[in-house]
Antibody
Framework: EVQLVESGGGLVQPGGSLRLSCAAS????????MNWVRQGPGKGLVWVSR????????IYADSVKGRFTISRDNAKNTVYLQMNSLRAEDTAIYYC??????????WGRGTLVTVSS | EIVMTQTPLSSPVTLGQPASISCRSS???????????LSWLQQRPGQPPRLLIY???NRFSGVPDRFSGSGAGTDFTLMISRVEAEDVGIYYC?????????FGQGTNLEIK
């Protein structure tokens, strides 16, 4: 069974940093592209970033470009999202999701990031 | 970026009756490889999203056959042939033809 478990969320002040992790199991992680998608409180889904199977081809939404960095460790079956210079508008549940034909098939339950003073 | 527009935003439906949701993209979703990367996801209350349909009309593993997708180019439709209570939730279309991936605003399916 495919499982994705996010961690690392929490309360952070504006301008602060957080590193999210997503631990994968139940599939060959090194063959999968991975995404981060976020959902603000009571809002819709917003794609954040994607990384290819070998760690290349990282790509970002304009709203996070230059502040967020996606990476992965295939030996640890984990994908990361380093988030710097956080803003109030980054407050959201952050989901990791496996790429499937340029969509997303399996999703974790998400980790909540709250940016507030 | 490609803008995805869903209609309606809210859809009250009687159990056992059909339902449909439309999704329009601001530009063609035909990829240079000839495929169209339009998918539909369901988000039940308090749950993460779940993939229902990919590449316009392909049902994902485990998805009941009452769900179907159709369309081409810029206009797409998700159909539920007979709505069941477990279908309550928010439905999103999503395009993956061009980065950034983008989602529709979501359609709230509720039971009358």
């Amino acid at each position: 069974e495919v499982q994705l478990v996010e961690s690392g969320g929490g309360l952070v002040q504006p301008g602060g940093s957080l590193r999210l992790s997503c631990a994968a199991s139940g599939f060959t992680f090194s063959t999968a592209w991975m995404n981060w998608v976020r959902q603000g409180p009571g809002k819709g889904l917003v794609w954040v970033s994607r990384i290819k199977r070998d760690g290349s081809g990282a790509i970002y939404a304009d709203s996070v470009k230059g502040r967020f960095t996606i990476s992965r460790d295939n030996a640890k079956n984990t994908v990361y999202l380093q988030m710097n210079s956080l803003r109030a508008e980054d407050t959201a549940i952050y989901y990791c999701a496996r790429d499937w034909y340029y969509s997303t098939d399996n999703w974790g339950r998400g980790t909540l990031v709250t940016v507030s003073s | 970026e490609i803008v995805m527009t869903q209609t309606p935003l809210s859809s009250p439906v009687t159990l056992g009756q059909p339902a449909s949701i439309s999704c329009r993209s601001s530009q063609s979703l035909v990829h240079s490889d000839g495929n169209t990367y339009l998918s539909w996801l369901q988000q039940r209350p308090g749950q993460p999203p779940r993939l229902l349909i990919y590449k316009i009309s392909n049902r994902f593993s485990g998805v009941p056959d009452r769900f179907s997708g159709s369309g081409a180019g810029t206009d797409f439709t998700l159909m539920i042939s007979r709505v069941e209570a477990e279908d309550v939730g928010i439905y999103y279309c999503m395009q993956g033809t061009q980065v950034p991936y983008t989602f529709g605003q979501g359609t709230n399916l509720e039971i009358k």
